[in-house]
């Protein structure tokens, strides 16, 4: 996932992963990529809104990590980056590393 914005759905969200079951998951290696930029903003007149982006995709991510010892889960901060697509094609190839080798 590419700067996910789970301020909308932060209570839908975590309450879906925490559904999860194990048995559902079956042990199977899953990897998941997920990353922010440390400007990323929808609403630019709020100053903590970066903060927001970054907290609630860290915690996030902790709970998916969380899930099962075969989750690999990483979590990458841009220090700068924004929510767009040219941050996103930037950290692209990060993304492409982890999930294609071992």
């Not at 700067?3 to 290696?29: G, N, V, Y």
């Amino acid at each position: 996932m590419f700067s996910p914005a789970f301020w909308f759905a932060e209570t839908a969200m975590k309450t879906l992963i925490a559904a999860t079951s194990r048995d559902f998951l079956m042990d199977l290696p899953v990897k998941i990529y997920m990353d922010i930029g440390t400007n990323e903003s929808s609403d630019p007149s709020n100053p903590a809104f970066p903060a927001l982006y970054h907290d609630l995709a860290a915690d996030i991510a902790d709970q998916l990590q969380q899930l099962s010892p075969a989750v690999s889960c990483r979590f990458d901060v841009d220090h700068g980056g924004i929510h767009s697509e040219s941050a996103w094609a930037a950290r692209f190839p990060a993304f492409l590393d982890y999930c294609f080798t071992n």
